[in-house]
């Protein structure tokens, strides 16, 4: 079970403290997202900010890329400290390049899928990546409702992974908080991306324990050993 805080709800105005908190906070991986105004109708941060981060903070970075031309800034993260790379399966044609790209940087290669967009397109791939980023909002801002009906998709994408003996992780990304993370845990899920939920608590170390122990109960592996 991964847990991972989502930048983007980090107060900008204090970069270098945010980053201590989440290396100091018990979390798996960091999440960025970056946002082009293109392929989502928002703007984040680039390579640079991302580069500002990196000292402050040892965790995976799992670089989130909502951009419509993903590989021109593929070289700027890599420099900038990136451990992964998502790109979204909605680029259609340009994927498998995208992923075999990602993978030439020696980087881990990660594939999102946003709601509306049916889970047999990320079938072609699923043999070809480190993680599968499910979207339980649609892409573009923080502290959004999570989307139920993104449920079943994950259950599907689980099934998948048994059936072909794949071992790519399963993340959930939007409206993650303590209720949704245990429905998505139960599912399949066992990456975490928390933006809001875990950034706007006093305490991060508490919340990521708190997220970590609910997910870590609704394991449905756990649940197999159980019975
Ligand atoms: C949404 C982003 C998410 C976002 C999640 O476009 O991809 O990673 O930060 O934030 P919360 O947890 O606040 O929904
Ligand atoms: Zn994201």
Request: proline fraction near 5%.
């Amino acid at each position: 079970m991964i847990i991972a805080p989502s930048f983007l709800a980090s107060d900008f105005s204090r970069v270098a403290h945010e980053a201590k908190r989440v290396d100091r906070s018990g979390a798996d991986w960091l999440h960025l997202d970056i946002m082009d105004g293109n392929f989502v109708p928002n703007i984040s941060f680039g390579p640079a900010f991302v580069k500002s981060v990196r000292p402050h903070c040892k965790k995976f970075f799992d670089v989130h890329l909502m951009c419509e031309k993903p590989d021109i800034l593929f070289e700027a993260f890599v420099q900038a400290g990136a451990d992964q790379m998502i790109v979204h399966v909605e680029l259609g044609d340009q994927v498998a390049q995208l992923l075999w790209k990602i993978k030439s940087f020696g980087k881990k290669a990660g594939l999102a899928i946003n709601p509306p967009t049916t889970i047999s397109n990320v079938l072609p791939y699923l043999d070809k990546i480190d993680s599968l980023l499910v979207m339980t909002v649609n892409p573009g801002f923080g502290g959004q409702e999570f989307i139920y009906e993104t449920l079943p998709k994950i259950q599907q994408a689980a099934a998948w992974r048994t059936e072909r003996k794949l071992n790519f992780h399963i993340g959930v990304d939007g409206g993650v908080n303590f209720e949704t993370c245990a429905e998505c845990a139960r599912v399949g899920a066992n990456v975490f991306v928390s933006g809001t939920t875990i950034f706007h608590q006093r305490s991060m170390k508490a919340a990521v324990r708190k997220m970590r122990k609910i997910v870590n109960a609704h394991d449905p592996a756990l649940a197999d050993l159980a019975v």
